[in-house]
């Protein structure tokens, strides 16, 4: 059986870089790693203008109130 669970060709991690993960033991088992640096780009930055905005218009302390 190609992959599966306890056999992965393939190893993918979206972070920074793949820093949880055994390189050497991967490539020792036949795995392949790769990563996406960059790929949370936009979500980061969509995340910082959104707590900006938050905390200039006070949103957190309105949202406490109204609970």
Request: hydrophobic share 50%.
């Amino acid at each position: 059986m190609l992959g599966g669970p306890q056999n992965p060709k393939t190893i993918a991690v979206s972070l920074g870089g793949p820093v949880n993960i055994d390189i050497a033991g991967a490539l020792a088992h036949g795995a392949f790693v790769v990563n996406t640096p960059g790929r949370n780009v936009s979500a980061i930055a969509a995340f910082t203008i959104g707590a900006i905005i938050a905390g200039t218009r006070i949103i957190t302390r309105g949202l406490d109130a109204l609970r």
